[in-house]
């Protein structure tokens, strides 16, 4: 199945380096992110995925969706016929399903038919997550209002499964009161398959990070990879010229014997090594000081939400703004410190190893669906 990271990040560009963290730490394959504040026709690429967005109708860089799909997956765009800032794919993990993703601002006149109009275009099974702007007792919040309502009609009148656990998504930094206006929407089929959690921490923004957490254990093996810098290339050779003989040239099957053969001989002498499938490399510059920075930070916001007087704000908005600082920082240095380590003598290959290190970059390529005469 498939791992999804939902946010309403409150601007792509000032949170990136917090999401390219959450994503190292939960590993998805869907990443789904509201509210990015792009100008239109704009992405920021997260290495590792393909990306797909939809901005905001007009040139101001407010609202906006954009889905990101880990290159390891097979996916297809879904070409939706809506107004609503939404994006849509077709994947296929353990299983083939959809996933959309989609922002409604508080300010936009949406009725039922535009919701109706786009649950109908997403082939089933689906998963639908996004803020929506919408309130309602049934996923947790306080209060009711004609959204809220609204959601609640379509979940009836389609035969679909809320997520949500009743565990707030959003803090409002005025009135310090939680909310909850991010919703996470199923089939019936895969109601089950997902545990849904909220982050501990609002990492930057004023939404806590959802994560849509697969209960089906991957019963893939492991990617295997020959280490062929530690191979015992002399036992190698030998094995060969004693087992590798002419007599297997009459046997049954030649080539199937040679080759079994060949293979059992670098067992013997060239070790593997083990990844973890689309498990993305962990990046150099996040240190001890970016460690406690978010420590810091962290502390500060449950002492915020213990007790909300201004001092307690001002020292959360200090600390958040300290964290961003010397996570920038740290990344800038880390690659000023390995530009300063270079010589005329440095091989090309220790340069871009260490360029894709530092920009958390894994060398895969976007897969997707094959389609033949029209048809997925």
């Given at each position: 199945?498939?791992?999804?990271?939902?946010?309403?990040?409150?601007?792509?560009?000032?949170?990136?380096?917090?999401?390219?963290?959450?994503?190292?730490?939960?590993?998805?394959?869907?990443?789904?992110?509201?509210?990015?504040?792009?100008?239109?026709?704009?992405?920021?690429?997260?290495?590792?995925?393909?990306?797909?967005?939809?901005?905001?109708?007009?040139?101001?860089?407010?609202?906006?969706?954009?889905?990101?799909?880990?290159?390891?997956?097979?996916?297809?765009?879904?070409?939706?016929?809506?107004?609503?800032?939404?994006?849509?794919?077709?994947?296929?993990?353990?299983?083939?399903?959809?996933?959309?993703?989609?922002?409604?601002?508080p300010s936009?006149?949406?009725?039922?038919?535009?919701?109706?109009?786009?649950?109908?275009?997403?082939?089933?099974?689906?998963?639908?997550?996004?803020?929506?702007?919408?309130?309602?007792?049934?996923?947790?919040?306080?209060?009711?209002?004609?959204?809220?309502?609204?959601?609640?009609?379509?979940?009836?009148?389609?035969?679909?499964?809320?997520?949500?656990?009743?565990?707030?998504?959003?803090?409002?930094?005025?009135?310090h009161s939680?909310?909850?206006?991010?919703?996470?929407?199923?089939?019936?089929?895969?109601?089950?398959?997902?545990?849904?959690?909220?982050?501990?921490?609002?990492?930057?923004?004023?939404?806590?990070?959802?994560?849509l957490k697969?209960?089906?254990?991957?019963?893939?093996?492991?990617?295997?990879?020959?280490?062929?810098?530690?191979?015992?290339?002399?036992?190698?050779?030998?094995?060969?010229?004693?087992?590798?003989?002419?007599?297997?040239?009459?046997?049954?099957?030649?080539?199937?014997?040679?080759?079994?053969?060949?293979?059992?001989?670098?067992?013997?002498?060239?070790?593997?090594?083990?990844?973890?499938?689309?498990?993305?490399?962990?990046?150099?510059?996040?240190?001890?000081?970016?460690?406690?920075?978010?420590?810091?930070?962290?502390?500060?916001?449950?002492?915020?939400?213990?007790?909300?007087?201004?001092?307690?704000?001002?020292?959360?908005?200090?600390?958040?703004?300290?964290?961003?600082?010397?996570?920038?920082?740290?990344?800038?240095?880390?690659?000023?410190?390995?530009?300063?380590?270079?010589?005329?003598?440095?091989?090309?290959?220790?340069?871009?190893?260490?360029?894709?290190?530092?920009?958390?970059?894994?060398?895969?390529?976007?897969?997707?669906?094959?389609?033949?005469?029209?048809?997925?």
């Amino acid at each position: 199945m498939t791992n999804i990271i939902q946010w309403n990040v409150r601007g792509l560009r000032a949170n990136f380096e917090e999401l390219r963290l959450l994503c190292n730490q939960y590993n998805p394959q869907i990443v789904a992110v509201q509210e990015c504040q792009l100008r239109k026709d704009n992405i920021i690429n997260l290495t590792g995925f393909s990306g797909l967005t939809k901005s905001s109708p007009g040139d101001n860089a407010t609202g906006g969706v954009t889905l990101y799909i880990h290159k390891s997956v097979l996916f297809s765009e879904i070409q939706l016929d809506t107004d609503l800032q939404a994006v849509a794919v077709r994947v296929s993990a353990k299983k083939t399903l959809t996933v959309c993703n989609i922002y409604l601002p508080p300010s936009l006149d949406v009725n039922f038919s535009d919701l109706e109009h786009l649950v109908q275009q997403l082939p089933a099974p689906f998963v639908l997550v996004g803020d929506l702007n919408a309130h309602s007792p049934l996923w947790g919040d306080v209060r009711q209002d004609s959204r809220g309502q609204m959601i609640e009609e379509l979940l009836n009148d389609y035969n679909l499964c809320l997520l949500n656990t009743g565990e707030p998504t959003y803090r409002h930094h005025s009135h310090h009161s939680f909310s909850v206006p991010d919703v996470s929407i199923c089939d019936p089929s895969l109601a089950l398959e997902f545990e849904w959690l909220t982050h501990n921490d609002l990492c930057g923004s004023d939404h806590f990070p959802i994560i849509l957490k697969t209960s089906l254990r991957d019963d893939e093996p492991a990617a295997e990879h020959w280490k062929f810098d530690r191979a015992d290339w002399m036992s190698f050779r030998t094995l060969c010229v004693s087992r590798l003989s002419d007599e297997l040239a009459l046997s049954e099957d030649p080539v199937a014997q040679f080759t079994d053969t060949l293979i059992e001989i670098a067992n013997q002498t060239i070790p593997k090594s083990h990844t973890s499938k689309n498990k993305l490399p962990k990046v150099p510059w996040f240190n001890d000081a970016c460690k406690q920075a978010i420590k810091e930070r962290k502390k500060a916001q449950r002492k915020l939400f213990r007790n909300p007087t201004a001092e307690n704000v001002l020292a959360f908005k200090q600390l958040k703004a300290k964290a961003r600082h010397i996570i920038k920082t740290q990344k800038k240095t880390s690659w000023q410190s390995f530009c300063s380590s270079l010589t005329s003598k440095t091989k090309p290959k220790t340069v871009w190893k260490a360029i894709r290190k530092i920009k958390g970059k894994k060398s895969t390529s976007s897969l997707g669906h094959l389609k033949v005469n029209g048809k997925l």
